[in-house]
């Protein structure tokens, strides 16, 4: 497999996870209730992100004559988390809907260190997309942890 094609493949899987991040947050906001408007907003925005990163990979894969990944992964090596939640969701409290998107939140970012660990040449351009990317979700994180965090708290 020539250069080009490894790295369109890796840009693929991004678009992929991202493409899972999307539904995942669209299925966390439909399944938290009303009284939670402020989750459905992080959710929405999140998903948001997600598409505009999706759609800023695929533009890479065309320019380096690939043809961009639509679906979702369906592959071993990335981290399928998102599009089976329902079981995490069963009894729809904010606390049980953010460890799912937590847990959703780490295989993503593994998924970003993997392809910056590639062994695969990437232009600089490529390179610090991704960076930019793997650094927007990891804040994206820290602020599901932060309420996953408070939600323990109140929990308890």
Do not use: P
Request: hydrophobic share 35%.
């Amino acid at each position: 497999m020539q250069t080009n094609e490894k790295l369109i493949v890796i840009l693929n899987d991004l678009v992929e996870i991202n493409n899972d991040r999307i539904k995942g947050y669209q299925k966390a906001s439909d399944e938290t209730k009303e009284e939670d408007m402020d989750l459905k907003a992080i959710f929405a925005e999140m998903g948001n992100k997600s598409k505009s990163f999706a759609a800023e990979l695929s533009h890479k894969v065309i320019t380096l004559g690939g043809e961009s990944a639509k679906g979702t992964t369906n592959r071993g090596k990335i981290y399928r988390v998102w599009m089976d939640v329902k079981k995490a969701f069963t009894s729809n409290d904010r606390l049980t809907i953010l460890e799912s998107c937590e847990f959703g939140e780490d295989a993503i970012q593994k998924a970003y260190i993997e392809a910056l660990a590639a062994d695969v040449y990437m232009d600089t351009e490529i390179r610090k997309i991704i960076t930019g990317q793997k650094s927007a979700l990891k804040a994206d994180h820290d602020l599901i942890r932060i309420h996953r965090d408070a939600n323990v708290n109140t929990s308890s």
